[in-house]
C-alpha cells in the first residue's frame, strides 16, 4: 500500500477547568488536614482553650462545607474524564473522612471537658464508679454491634471472657 497514511491527531477530550477545580479542592483538602493535625496537637499539648480549640474545628468543618459544594456540583457531569471521575471520587471520600475525624476530634474535646468537670464536682470514688459504668457501656456497643456469624465464631471457640465483666470494683 502506498496511499498517504491519515493520522488523526486527538485532542484532549473533557473539559480542563475540571482538572483545575479538583487539583485546587486537593490542594484545600491537604490544608484542612494539616489544620485538624494542628488542632490535635494543640489539645494534646493543652496550649489552647477548649472554645478556641473549637471553634477551629467549627471553621474547619465551615470550609470543608464549602469545599464539599465545589465538589458536588461535577458529580452529574458528563464530560469527565475516567480520570477526573476517580479522582472526583477520591476527594469526596477524603471529604467524608475529613468530615468524620473532625467530629470525632470534637466529641473528644467534649468529653474532655465533661470529665474534667465532672472531676472537679464529685468524690474521687464516685468518678471511679462512673468510670466502671463507661466500661459496661462500652462492652455492651461492642456487643451489638457484632455480627451473628462473629457471635457464632465466638461460641464455636468458646470465648466467653472477652465481653464478661469479672469484677466490677471492690465492694460491688
Not at 475540571?18 to 494543640?42: F, I, K, N, P, Y
Not at 471553621?59 to 469527565?80: F, K, M, N, V
Not at 463507661?134 to 457471635?151: N, S, Y
Request: with cysteine; net charge neutral.
Amino acid at each position: 500500500m502506498n496511499g498517504s497514511r491519515r493520522v488523526a491527531r486527538v485532542s484532549p477530550l473533557g473539559n480542563p477547568s475540571v482538572g483545575r477545580l479538583l487539583s485546587e479542592v486537593s490542594d484545600q483538602l491537604e490544608s484542612m488536614d494539616a489544620r485538624l493535625l494542628r488542632t490535635v496537637q494543640r489539645a494534646a499539648r493543652h496550649a489552647r482553650p477548649l472554645r478556641e480549640l473549637t471553634a477551629d474545628l467549627r471553621d474547619l468543618l465551615e470550609d470543608l462545607h464549602h469545599s464539599y459544594l465545589r465538589l458536588a456540583q461535577l458529580l452529574d457531569r458528563r464530560d469527565l474524564r475516567y480520570t477526573d471521575e476517580v479522582r472526583l471520587r477520591r476527594l469526596l471520600r477524603h471529604h467524608v473522612w475529613l468530615y468524620r475525624r473532625i467530629h470525632l476530634e470534637h466529641f473528644f474535646l467534649c468529653k474532655l471537658q465533661l470529665e474534667t468537670t465532672l472531676r472537679a464536682l464529685v468524690s474521687q470514688e464516685a468518678f471511679e464508679v462512673y468510670q466502671h459504668l463507661q466500661a459496661v457501656e462500652d462492652l455492651e456497643k461492642l456487643l451489638l454491634r457484632r455480627t451473628d456469624g462473629e457471635i457464632r465464631q465466638a461460641m464455636q471457640e468458646g470465648n466467653t471472657d472477652e465481653l464478661w465483666i469479672q469484677e466490677l470494683s471492690p465492694g460491688f
